[in-house]
């Protein structure tokens, strides 16, 4: 499998150090050296205004893959995103937090135009996957697809053999050659961490997969297609501790090959996996940065509250 991390970063030993015994998610961590106490996000909320988000500085330096402008979202009259503006680096792991319903899972189908399928959504402001605006008129939203990956809560591979999973994306795109099948289910395989395990039996349905192994198997298919982008949303919810520890050393692996924007609500996993971390609050972005600045020197009260526990 993946090669064991070489200890524990000062965000986990924190986390770790604080956390009642048991807590698998947010576990109070030693109060930061300097958060402002004037900030009123809460109070713009339940105005009903839009919020400018406090980013880091760190978050610019980097060059982004997908950059968001004033991107907003409705499910009829009902407004689920508010003007939000974001760049997610690439090669980089970004985690979204926030209590549930803030937004974190509309956003990350919106990179793929999942909100679509829903007849009662419109869009404001604009969204660019690599200097490609997705949101403009004429896209090509099953291209989009292509170039988006997507791994969801529940693993879902196809009623089909564990092979035919990993190379479906190639498939559709009319590759027929069985050794570029093979090198790409290999690989991908590999990538994800499961190879040693299927080599033998790839003929085999996937669904007698494990739970964690076909959550590893979804994201190999994911991979199999070379995403500029892939988005993970809440991929350990539904497994075991085992399981999720092997996801995230995966997670860990993909760090640097893939651009990887992920949502959780676990923030032990956040501060283990991610690299920056995205703080949101109903369908607002509220504090963006570096993953151990959000988690020990974050600049608002209201991100410092829902990093140790103290709401949401």
Request: hydrophobic share 40%; charged share 25%.
């Amino acid at each position: 499998m993946s090669t064991p991390r070489t200890g524990p970063s000062q965000v986990q030993r924190t986390l770790a150090a604080s956390s009642a015994p048991g807590d698998s998610a947010a576990g109070p961590i030693r109060e930061p050296r300097s958060v402002p106490r004037s900030a009123r996000v809460f109070e713009a909320v339940e105005a009903g205004q839009s919020l400018a988000a406090e980013v880091h500085g760190a978050v610019g330096v980097e060059e982004p893959v997908l950059e968001l402008d004033a991107f907003s979202l409705y499910y009829g009259s009902s407004r689920a995103l508010w003007d939000v503006s974001m760049t997610v680096p690439r090669g980089r792991v970004t985690a979204l937090i926030g209590p549930s319903g803030c937004g974190k899972s509309t956003l990350l189908r919106s990179v793929n135009r999942m909100n679509d399928l829903i007849d009662t959504v419109r869009t404001e402001g604009q969204m660019r996957l690599n200097g490609d605006a997705l949101y403009s008129p004429g896209v090509d939203v099953i291209d989009l697809r292509k170039r988006v990956g997507m791994v969801f809560q529940k693993p879902n591979p196809f009623p089909m053999s564990i092979f035919e999973n990993v190379v479906y994306s190639l498939r559709i795109e009319g590759v027929g050659d069985r050794a570029v099948l093979h090198e790409v289910c290999e690989s991908s395989l590999r990538s994800a961490g499961l190879w040693d395990e299927v080599k033998d039996r790839l003929s085999s349905s996937a669904l007698r997969l494990s739970g964690g192994q076909q959550q590893r198997l979804c994201i190999a298919r994911a991979i199999a297609a070379e995403p500029e982008v892939l988005l993970l949303d809440e991929p350990c919810s539904a497994l075991d501790p085992i399981a999720t520890g092997r996801i995230e050393d995966l997670i860990d692996e993909l760090k640097g090959r893939y651009s990887i924007l992920m949502v959780t609500h676990n923030m032990q996993q956040a501060s283990r996996t991610s690299e920056f971390t995205a703080f949101m609050y109903l369908g607002r972005l509220v504090e963006y940065g570096p993953t151990d600045d959000i988690f020990l020197q974050p600049r608002l009260k209201e991100t410092e509250d829902y990093v140790t526990g103290r709401f949401g």
